[in-house]
């Protein structure tokens, strides 16, 4: 069961949590900080699964950026997808024949989503004016959940 439900854990951290914080300057407000959730990143590909459509091609590619690139976007879409499909594995996975492979998606899924947030925090360095402090509670949430879903894989490994 927590191969069902930790990667679709990881989705909703990615796409509902803070990902990042910037400062933001506004006529009548002023300075202050902005968050920013990860809807930025992942909100195409959300919107092309909710129109039961494959996430794949120029309409639901990230259009999130991040230091001049989409590749932090394009990366945490693909960890997301490759997380609903381990989820989507994981209901067929009840079967007892098709158990490791459930295991092995849902470890891939659990790395996709920490690399992916691990490669948000090097990007984050880069930015002037944000750096690696600007990283907000989501984003180390959705490497927790990606910790958990790779130890539940392994988990399913050795047979439990």
């Known amino acids: 069961m927590t191969r069902i439900f930790l ?10 949590g803070p990902m990042f914080a910037q ?15 990860g809807e ?4 195409n590909a959300v919107d092309c699964l909710r129109a039961l459509k494959a996430p794949i091609g ?4 990230s259009d999130g950026v991040l230091n001049s690139s989409t590749s932090v976007g394009t990366m945490m879409s693909w960890a997301s997808m490759l997380s609903v499909g381990a ?27 920490m690399g ?4 948000m925090a090097l990007t984050l360095m880069a930015v002037d004016g944000v750096g690696l402090p600007g990283m907000q ?10 910790l958990l879903t790779t130890i539940s894989g392994l988990s399913g490994l050795r047979g439990r």
């Open 58 to 61: 120029d309409d639901c590619a």
């Open 40 to 43: 930025y990143f992942i909100g």
């Open 116 to 119: 992916s947030v691990g490669y």
């Open 137 to 146: 509670w989501g984003a180390y949430l959705a490497a927790a959940a990606g």
């Open 87 to 113: 989820a989507l594995l994981g209901i067929i996975g009840l079967l007892p024949f098709i158990g490791r492979l459930t295991s092995l998606v849902t470890i891939a899924a659990g790395v996709a989503a």
């Open 7 to 16: 990667p679709l854990a990881i989705v909703a951290v990615i796409y509902f």
């Open 23 to 37: 400062e933001s300057k506004g006529a009548a407000t002023g300075t202050k900080m902005e968050m920013v959730s």
